[in-house]
């Protein structure tokens, strides 16, 4: 059967089976990609300074949240009511103040 759909689809598409000539040429050796060395000037614009870790929360309390949410189960038999965090307060190893904001689900 394999056989008979590819004749009729070389047929439908003008392609003579007994031909040769009609079949793509092969692909041309290319070799190994050249090896490159490159490099570029550090023009970044920025103060320099980052977070260094570890990152330390300094309170619980201060933590703000999103309104309460309902989330169900894929299935439905269950419902959580979740309160997602929206912000949190945290030190870095260098005392620097660190806030973390999330996004509303």
Known sequence: ?????????????????NSLTNSPE?????????????????????????IASPLVETNYANREFHTKIMIASTDGLFTLRIKPVKKIFMKDALS???????KSP
């Open 1 to 17: 059967m394999a056989k008979d759909l590819t004749k009729a689809l070389r047929l439908l598409t003008g392609v003579d089976p």
């Open 26 to 50: 092969p692909l041309k050796d290319r070799g190994a990609a050249a090896k490159q060395k490159s490099s570029t000037l550090n023009t970044a614009k920025g103060s320099g300074s980052g």
């Open 96 to 102: 620097n103040d660190v806030l973390l904001e999330f």
